[in-house]
């Protein structure tokens, strides 16, 4: 097997590689779940552009949503009746 020597890593690849893990962190989880709680501060009271604009983030983040969604539970409190 042909592993990769730690000391035969330049500064510039591992630059490279903790640049693209720290992107791929804000895609995945950080800007989903700030889109996530912010939709759930905002969702009986966003106007018409402001959910538009939102959803078209939600577009463009959805690999990020769908891998917090099974942790999240945005369901209303139950209410006494």
Known sequence: MNFIDPSSLDLNTLLTLGVYLGIAGLYLVVVPAILLF??????????SLERLF????????????????????FRPQRREV
């Open 54 to 73: 939102i959803y078209g983030l939600v577009f463009v983040f959805f690999p990020g949503m769908l891998v917090l969604s099974p942790l999240l539970n």
């Open 38 to 47: 912010y939709l759930k501060q905002r969702w009986y009271v966003a106007g």
